[in-house]
Nanobody
Framework: QVQLVESGGGLVQAGGSLRLSCAAS????????MAWFRQAPGKDREFVAA????????NYADSVKGRFTISRDKARNTVYLQMNSLKPEDTAIYYCKADHSRIANLSLWGQGTQVTVSS
């Protein structure tokens, strides 16, 4: 059973930085496209960033472009989200998601990690 475990959340002042990690544990974990989503109180969950398994291609929500960077370490089965120049509107629970690149409807979610940005 593969599990995703996020870490790295916390409280930071506006303009600060945090790095989130999403580690996959369990049986061999490969072939998954990875993404980060977030959900603020009272709002729907929204896409933040993604990285493709095959070639490492990335894409970002317009709201985080130029400030956030997604990366992965395949050897460690870990995906990162480096968040710089944080704003109060970045406050949310951040979730990691894995979608298998070849098997339809095979997806996993992590439990989430809270990020709070104070003004």
């Amino acid at each position: 059973q593969v599990q995703l475990v996020e870490s790295g959340g916390g409280l930071v002042q506006a303009g600060g930085s945090l790095r989130l990690s999403c580690a996959a544990s369990g049986r061999a974990f490969s072939g998954y496209n990875m993404a980060w989503f977030r959900q603020a109180p009272g709002k729907d969950r929204e896409f933040v960033a993604a990285i493709r398994y095959s070639d490492g291609d990335t894409n970002y929500a317009d709201s985080v472009k130029g400030r956030f960077t997604i990366s992965r370490d395949k050897a460690r089965n870990t995906v990162y989200l480096q968040m710089n120049s944080l704003k109060p509107e970045d406050t949310a629970i951040y979730y990691c998601k894995a979608d298998h690149s070849r098997i339809a409807n095979l997806s996993l979610w992590g439990q989430g990690t809270q990020v709070t940005v104070s003004s």
